[in-house]
């Protein structure tokens, strides 16, 4: 029997539902469950791969070929249960599934409404997951009060009372905001939210209040009383250093215990959360510091490169060290010697993108890191301005470039036209549709024998997540190669490079795919422990 717990939110956006249903699930399964956490996203957009990273943050990518929300992120790296596409969906793939069976005629006639049809649709979504899990945990996007929300809100209403209470738990998150000219919290944005959901029909049995500071138990009482909630049931969530620290948080609260409780579940197991305790010692205690500088075009969102930022830390977590993030705008380097930003840095990192803007700086930012021998990985875009910097540098192709930027002479890189996945030919043109027509999802490579990665690997067969449009030019790898540069994984069919390194470089590794999708706090991802082991020899702390 599955049970099932929503999360929604209130008073103001990112306030943490995603960090707090990750949490949340890894406390269930630290208490012997299976969990499967999912996403319900308002917007209109059929999914965010043609979102801008700036408005929304990163894209996270699935095994099976989604683009979805960056809670699904924190969910695997919370869980270590892969994600699929059938745990996201918006309100834009619901309208148009719901809209594409009534072209097909499917609904008999029957005038289309937000009620059922659409309900019954995101209730659909829902039910899939009956009998995955012992516990299905779904987030609902948004703020409670916002209209893009109410259909979502009506779905798990009905949901809930389809289910039973028994098999349903409504956990909502909200704010405690400080005022300083009053000197306390605030619990009167608390009670409004709660008053906001209550009036879509659903009764909260958890709340998840946000917090900076403590909070005292005359305001958790008085929380209690204007919401209509047993005070055990209103559980702190104060404001933590590393985001891993947040399960032992919240299990310290009573969280998991309550949430147990609230389904009548009387022979609760017993719990190991020795692993995040691990975890936590080795980020509050660490052997030294590493300094890393990400050379990229969203840098002032944090958001841009949640999964990277995250696996850079797994890195240092694995080798017992600080990893220091220093964000640099790629396009400073266009006008600027990277000397004065580059210095410093024990390992530079050149992550994914899209477009012209910022290309150049990125190339620099390969080229200084070759030349001075410092730690490099080149991530997507960053392997490929990687290559363009040598055939420019080491192979005197003056002209080498991209097509993504338009016609150029020397297309070291070039649009993928066809591909092969699951044994299927897959064919793209220039001028089709932008949104999940790239090549998506998780990859087989090969990887050659003896080479850097093989050892990190520890393997000649791997698979990673892609999420690319455009590939190295094979043409031009005779050439490359000739000048020191090894084409160390590719495709099975061997015909797209998937991986290129320096032998000769302390550490220089270029990855058309995105490791950092797949790494975990207790599982990191080889390429980051390797990267970070090279950037501690760099800063002479081995």
């Known amino acids: 029997m599955t049970r099932y717990i929503f999360i929604t939110g209130g008073v103001v956006s990112s306030l943490g539902k995603g960090l707090g249903a990750a949490a949340l699930g890894a406390l269930l399964q630290a208490r012997g469950y299976r969990v499967r956490l999912c996403k319900l996203d308002p917007y209109l957009n059929v999914d965010p791969g043609t979102m801008s990273p700036f408005q929304h943050g990163e894209v996270f990518v699935t095994d099976d070929g989604a683009e979805t929300d960056l809670d699904l992120g924190h969910y695997e790296r919370f869980t270590g249960v892969p ?19 009534e072209r097909k005629g499917d609904y008999l006639g029957a005038t289309i409404q937000v009620i059922p049809h659409i309900t019954n649709a995101i209730k659909d979504f829902i039910a899939e997951k009956e009998n995955t899990a012992d516990f299905v945990l779904c987030e609902i996007g948004g703020t409670v009060g916002d209209i893009e929300s109410l259909p979502f809100l ?7 009372n389809e289910v039973g209470d028994d098999r349903a738990l409504f956990l909502h998150v909200t704010l405690l905001p400080y005022i300083p000219a009053a000197g306390e919290l605030k619990t009167k944005p608390t009670q409004h939210s709660v008053k906001e959901l209550m009036s879509a029909g659903i009764r909260p049995d958890i709340l998840l209040c946000r917090a900076d500071r403590p909070i005292d138990d005359e305001e958790r009482a008085k929380i209690a009383l204007f919401c209509n909630i047993d005070v055990k049931k209103v559980i702190p969530a104060l404001d933590v250093s590393s985001i891993y620290e947040v399960p032992l948080t919240y299990h310290g ?7 147990m409780e609230s389904f009548g579940i009387k022979d609760i197991p ?29 840098t002032n969102l944090a958001d841009s490169y949640k999964s990277l930022n995250e696996a850079l830390i797994h890195g240092g977590i694995a080798n017992k060290v600080k990893v220091k993030l220093q964000f640099i705008e790629a396009e400073i380097f266009e006008s600027h010697d ?5 210095a410093g840095a024990n390992g530079i990192l050149v992550p994914g993108g899209f477009g ?37 540098n080491l192979c005197g192709i003056k002209k080498a470039g ?27 043109g220039k001028d089709g549709d932008l949104g999940g027509t790239m090549r998506l999802g998780a990859y087989p490579a090969k990887l050659k024998k003896g080479s850097r990665v093989n050892e990190i690997y520890e393997s000649e067969k791997i698979s990673e997540r892609h999420r690319h449009r455009y590939e190295v030019n094979m043409a031009y790898r005779e050439r490359l190669e000739s000048e020191g540069m090894t084409f160390s994984g590719l495709s099975p069919d061997g015909l797209l490079p998937e991986i290129i390194e320096y032998p000769d470089h302390p550490w220089f590794v270029g990855v058309q795919f995105h490791p950092e999708l797949k790494s975990k706090p207790f599982d990191p991802h080889p390429l980051f422990v390797s990267f970070i082991q090279a950037a501690m020899k760099q800063s002479r702390l081995v």
């Open 154 to 160: 009506e779905a798990i209403r009905q949901f809930g």
């Open 83 to 101: 994600a699929k596409a059938t745990d996201n969906t918006t309100t834009g793939r619901i309208y148009t599934e719901v809209l594409s069976r």
């Open 270 to 298: 017993n719990l190991d959360l020795s692993i995040w305790e691990n975890i936590i010692h080795n980020i509050k205690e660490p052997e030294g510091e590493v300094k890393i500088a990400i050379v990229g075009k969203y």
């Open 402 to 428: 991209s097509t993504e930027f338009g016609p150029c002479d020397e297309p070291i890189v070039g649009l993928m036209t066809e591909w092969v996945k699951d044994d299927k030919k897959q064919k793209r």
């Open 253 to 259: 609260e009573g969280l998991d215990r309550q949430v």
């Open 356 to 392: 012209a803007r910022g290309a150049e700086g990125k190339i620099r930012a390969a080229q200084y890191a070759r030349e001075r021998k410092i730690p490099y990985f080149g991530i997507c875009f960053g392997m490929q301005m990687a290559v363009i910097e040598g055939a420019r």
């Open 338 to 342: 990277p000397e004065q930003y580059l």
